[in-house]
């Protein structure tokens, strides 16, 4: 049972479809680029934590052509530890508004598809709200690229919920925490999703072929 000021499982208002069984949709513009890319700068930057999330087969092409992940930095934003006494919440920080000259160093995750949105929504925490932010990139012809994303932040009325002397470092929990955060927390939730434990339908078996097996920040509601 985690501990803490609140549920690392979130209760968050569900992501609605768009008239297709596993779609999510974010609001009127259903579907728009940007909600399908993500920004991150927490556990997420770790690829084994995704692929332990999203339940992706390391050793298949399961990721070919799909979720594509590269370093971004956003804008006006600071990255705090949160202020827990609960070890695995502990490695969980959140951002929270710090000015324009404060950046967040992160990844941009592009082409999520929509179960993979559910999960993650699913699996951050309660009070984090989802907004729109810009994410610099490297366009890949040696300048930079400017690209609408989802990112979760923390409210500013809920500031207090984060430690301001305590900048989180992805480097320090990859040395120390990747391992374990990933047996004690992301394969327990993982298999309560794929339980139906989190008030949302599991996702349906793949179905085989009778002939060959298949292998600026504007919130957002």
Same mark, same amino acid.
């Given at each position: 049972?985690?501990k803490? %000021?609140?549920a690392?499982?979130?209760? #968050?208002a569900? $992501?609605?479809?768009d008239?297709?069984?596993? @779609?999510?949709?974010? =609001?009127p513009?259903?579907?728009?680029?940007?909600?399908?890319?993500?920004?991150?700068?927490?556990?997420?930057m770790?690829?084994?934590?995704?692929?332990?999330?999203?339940?992706v087969?390391?050793?298949?092409?399961?990721?070919?052509?799909?979720r594509?992940s590269?370093? %971004?930095?956003v804008?006006g934003y600071g #990255?705090?530890? $949160?202020?827990?006494?609960d070890?695995?919440? @502990?490695?969980?920080? =959140?951002?929270l508004?710090?000015?324009?000259r404060?950046?967040?160093?992160?990844?941009?995750i592009?082409r999520?598809?929509?179960r993979?949105?559910?999960?993650?929504?699913?699996?951050?925490?309660?009070?984090f709200?989802?907004l729109v932010?810009?994410?610099?990139?490297?366009?890949?012809?040696g300048g930079k690229?400017?690209?609408?994303?989802?990112?979760?932040?923390?409210p500013?009325?809920?500031?207090n919920m984060?430690?301001?002397?305590?900048?989180?470092?992805y480097?320090?929990?990859?040395?120390?925490?990747?391992?374990?955060?990933i047996?004690?927390v992301i394969?327990?939730f993982r298999k309560?999703?794929?339980?139906?434990e989190?008030?949302?339908?599991?996702?349906?078996?793949t179905k085989?072929?009778p002939?060959?097996?298949?292998?600026?920040?504007t919130p957002?509601?």
């Open positions: 049972m985690v803490g %000021a609140f690392l499982y979130s209760a #968050r569900p $992501l609605q479809g008239g297709s069984e596993d @779609a999510p949709s974010y =609001g513009r259903s579907y728009a680029t940007f909600q399908r890319n993500l920004f991150v700068f927490d556990v997420l770790a690829e084994e934590i995704l692929d332990a999330l999203l339940a087969n390391t050793g298949s092409t399961a990721r070919a052509g799909l594509q590269k370093p %971004a930095t804008h #990255r705090f530890c $949160l202020r827990t006494e070890p695995w919440l @502990a490695q969980l920080p =959140g951002a508004p710090a000015g324009p404060v950046r967040i160093d992160g990844h941009l592009e999520l598809q929509p993979e949105l559910e999960v993650i929504d699913l699996f951050m925490p309660k009070p709200e989802r932010v810009t994410a610099i990139t490297e366009n890949g012809f690229e400017e690209i609408e994303a989802l990112m979760y932040v923390c500013q009325e809920m500031q984060l430690d301001t002397d305590r900048p989180w470092m480097s320090e929990f990859r040395a120390k925490h990747l391992k374990a955060f047996e004690q394969k327990p309560r999703y794929d339980d139906g989190l008030g949302v339908a599991p996702p349906s078996p085989e072929s002939t060959k097996s298949k292998t600026g920040s957002v509601h």
